[in-house]
């Protein structure tokens, strides 16, 4: 394993760019074994040199008489084992694929004309490339796409001892169900294979794990784990490592000589949990992203803004993500961390949700502000940073540690920032002092 740089003294302070180079959009960002994945519309590259993409392929749209297809994720190698799950654009119909981009592989679909289809993952297993998915018949089942062929046969529901009343069919299967559902999946480089899901559909976070091809056993996660996330995912690290990250109101786990262990946590969650080009785990809290090494967390940089992305990534040193279908590169920047001295104090509210109109005027935050004193002298704004974001001018200080304290009060579930910054381009929302 290369050795890993040393955490700098003064952490650098990175904001996101958009990665457009020659004219391109490139819209989802994919860490795979070899480089950096890009997909724009059907094709996929290979970012070279932090600067550039090199395209590798692009898929073959079979479902043009469905409105077309996008590509959901990108697993594999570079630059002979790229794969690519993809969807039709008919939501009633999407008939989940499998496709070897490059290299030899099995291309199959689930799903066909709107019968149930689900594909959970896809993970590289020693030598082969398994695939878990669902189809009306056989239901659950583990598919080799490359490499030798591999069996892994599931708990099964009633072997488990769940109850019938306690069996759910993604939209009526017929087929084999599990004990554990899986929604993420991942294996060691020596062929183990991990999935998670709920046991018997609610009792509890669950993993099935097998140690080797055949048949598996179950492990009870709910001592650590209460609710899996939308967001969950089993990451790959060093060796034969494996990451869990079930959301973030639980611990990361971490999966070493068959057992599963909670990594430390922080003071703040987890909202994105990656892990670099040569295994190593990462995560990001919204304003920090952290390492992991030798049994604790060490920071490495501050965003410049309070972000969560759709993915991350790290490549020689480059901190990379993709949100909004578009692909971010992180580059240092100047900190709007507050400094006495600073011209231009400002209050940070939060971040303004898509669906809001573009002249929302956020009543419960003007709610909260009519109560404070001097409410006259403030400005609530809408402001963009890489997103439509709240905020407040403030006259000094002073005025703004007193918002601050008075937003901490009166809005509960708020995090408000004093900052040094002076938004370029803002839209002004009116406030006005509560009646007495």
Known sequence: MAERPPAPKVLPTL????????????????????????????????????????????????????????????????????????????????????????????????????????????????????????????????????????????????????????????????????????STLAATSTGTLVTMGMLCEKRGPTAEVWDKPGTSRLVDLGGWIKEIDTRSELLRGNGDDLFLYAGKKNPILRFRGGTFEPLPRLDKPFEDVFVSSNGQLHASDGRTIHRFDDGRWTPIAHLAWPTSFDTMALEKDTLWASAGMTVLKLRETKSVAFEDGCPTPFVYLYDVAPQNAPDFTFPTTQKALSTFEGVADLGLVEFFEGARRLGITVKSKEQGEAVVAHLLATMKDEDPKLLCYAPKKTRGIPLKPKRK
């Open 15 to 182: 904001a996101a760019e958009p990665f457009a180079p020659e004219g391109t959009h490139p819209e989802l960002l994919f860490g795979i074994e070899g480089g950096l994945a890009v997909v724009e519309g059907l094709r996929v590259g290979r970012i070279v040199d932090g600067e550039r993409i090199e395209w590798v392929g692009q898929l073959v749209d079979d479902n043009k008489h469905l409105g077309g297809s996008h590509i959901v994720s990108v697993h594999g190698r570079f630059p002979d084992a790229v794969d690519v799950v993809y969807d039709s654009n008919e939501g009633r119909a999407p008939q989940p694929a499998y496709f070897p981009l490059t290299g030899k592989g099995v291309h199959f679909r689930v799903g066909d004309g709107g019968s149930p289809g689900r594909i959970s993952g896809v993970t590289a297993a020693g030598a082969s490339t398994v695939v878990i998915a669902m189809d009306d018949e056989p239901g659950f089942h583990v598919k080799t796409v490359r490499g030798p062929g591999l069996v892994y046969k599931f708990t099964s529901f009633e072997a488990a001892g769940c109850r019938k009343d306690e069996e759910f069919r993604f939209l009526g299967h017929q087929g084999v169900l599990p004990a554990v559902v899986p």
